[in-house]
């Protein structure tokens, strides 16, 4: 009769010793999670799927690469004019690229020529402003938000005297000051009503973010004021600062134009949509494409910025999604 008890010696080995033959199957683990985005990132995320944002990026982009390089578009002089063969010679649209292309000025100047090098002055008094009223509006307002205080009443003053000037009469006013308007002096007289948008926007955002736990936190841990400002407020307030500034670079291009129209801008021999604008005026009647291209691309790059302003708007702004 076989023994078939055991001793707890061998209940003891058998318990811990392993099986001859396991078969291992990895664990399922759980499905690997996605990164959590950051405020920049979920904003990227959502323009890379509107196309309102590519088709504006598009025109910025080509806008840009013509105000760069304007001699890779055209080999025709913008200020070379020809009254005996070229007054006021019609379009000729089938000629791409060509110097007719657009037909020709009052002064016998190429009108294609003049849109593709009037594209740098334009883009240049656009950018130039807004850099210039975010870099003073964005500094004002975050002090004024920021400290509070008296700082903040003084500064909220004399925005509110600034916020009261005529903003197109008050620039025209400063630029009848310079007998000579170069694009700085433009850039200049333009930066210097329109900053009060930027400042009120920048204090309105700051205050809310300096209420905020991580910045409590912060303060409490013994940061400093120039680390809690430029680590934890300003890329928390900044948003609203840039839809603001790229919307309104579109208008600052729109400001030039109608000051270079009243001949109060940029003059000739600088070549400029507005300046373009203001000379066709006396031919408009009879020849309507002198004024037709520089108006339409003026027109076109000021709806590219407003396009870009409002796809980052709704970006940026979690409650518009």
């Given at each position: 009769?076989p023994?078939?008890?055991?001793?707890?010696?061998?209940t003891?080995v058998?318990?811990?010793?392993p099986p001859t033959?396991?078969?291992?199957?990895?664990?399922?683990?759980?499905a690997?999670?996605e990164?959590?985005?950051s405020l920049?990132?979920?904003?990227?995320?959502?323009?890379?799927?509107?196309?309102m944002f590519?088709i504006?990026?598009?025109?910025?982009?080509?806008?840009?690469?013509?105000?760069?390089?304007?001699g890779?578009?055209t080999?025709?002089?913008p200020?070379?004019?020809?009254?005996?063969?070229?007054f006021?010679?019609?379009p000729?649209?089938?000629h791409?690229?060509?110097?007719?292309?657009?037909?020709?000025?009052?002064?016998?100047?190429s009108?294609?020529?003049?849109?593709?090098?009037?594209t740098?002055?334009?883009?240049l008094?656009g950018?130039?402003?807004?850099?210039?009223v975010t870099?003073?509006?964005?500094?004002?307002g975050?002090?004024a938000?920021?400290?509070g205080?008296?700082l903040?009443?003084?500064?909220?003053?004399?925005?509110?005297?600034?916020?009261?000037?005529?903003?197109?009469?008050?620039?025209m006013?400063v630029?009848?000051?310079?007998?000579?308007?170069?694009?700085?002096?433009?850039?200049?007289?333009?930066a210097?009503?329109?900053w009060?948008t930027i400042?009120?926007?920048?204090?309105?955002?700051?205050?809310?973010?300096k209420?905020?736990?991580?910045?409590?936190?912060?303060r409490?841990?013994?940061?400093?004021t120039?680390r809690?400002l430029?680590?934890?407020?300003?890329?928390?307030a900044?948003?609203?600062?840039?839809?603001?500034?790229?919307?309104?670079?579109?208008?600052?291009?729109?400001?030039?134009?109608?000051?270079?129209?009243l001949?109060?801008?940029?003059a000739d021999?600088?070549v400029?949509?507005?300046?373009?604008?203001?000379?066709?005026?006396?031919?408009?009647?009879?020849?309507?494409?002198?004024?037709?291209?520089?108006?339409?691309?003026?027109s076109?790059?000021?709806?590219?910025f407003?396009?870009?302003?409002?796809?980052?708007r709704d970006?940026?702004?979690?409650k518009?999604?």
């Amino acid at each position: 009769m076989p023994d078939v008890t055991k001793t707890k010696t061998d209940t003891a080995v058998d318990a811990v010793a392993p099986p001859t033959e396991v078969a291992t199957v990895p664990a399922a683990g759980p499905a690997a999670q996605e990164k959590p985005r950051s405020l920049w990132g979920d904003a990227w995320y959502d323009l890379r799927h509107r196309p309102m944002f590519w088709i504006a990026a598009v025109l910025l982009m080509l806008l840009l690469l013509i105000a760069a390089f304007p001699g890779l578009f055209t080999s025709a002089d913008p200020r070379d004019g020809d009254l005996t063969n070229h007054f006021l010679a019609k379009p000729q649209l089938t000629h791409f690229f060509q110097s007719d292309w657009f037909g020709y000025d009052i002064q016998g100047r190429s009108i294609y020529a003049r849109v593709v090098y009037g594209t740098r002055a334009s883009v240049l008094v656009g950018l130039g402003t807004t850099v210039a009223v975010t870099l003073v509006g964005g500094t004002l307002g975050m002090l004024a938000g920021y400290f509070g205080g008296w700082l903040d009443s003084i500064i909220s003053r004399i925005t509110d005297i600034f916020f009261g000037l005529p903003y197109l009469l008050g620039t025209m006013v400063v630029l009848n000051a310079f007998t000579e308007r170069k694009v700085y002096v433009v850039i200049g007289a333009l930066a210097f009503l329109g900053w009060t948008t930027i400042t009120r926007v920048t204090r309105s955002s700051v205050i809310t973010a300096k209420q905020a736990d991580y910045v409590v936190a912060a303060r409490a841990l013994g940061a400093g004021t120039r680390r809690i400002l430029l680590r934890h407020v300003l890329p928390n307030a900044i948003a609203p600062t840039i839809v603001v500034a790229t919307i309104a670079l579109g208008a600052y291009i729109s400001a030039e134009a109608t000051l270079s129209y009243l001949g109060l801008g940029l003059a000739d021999p600088t070549v400029s949509w507005g300046v373009d604008i203001s000379s066709a005026k006396d031919a408009i009647r009879d020849n309507p494409h002198v004024m037709l291209f520089p108006a339409g691309m003026l027109s076109l790059t000021v709806f590219a910025f407003i396009m870009l302003g409002d796809a980052v708007r709704d970006a940026l702004d979690p409650k518009l999604r």
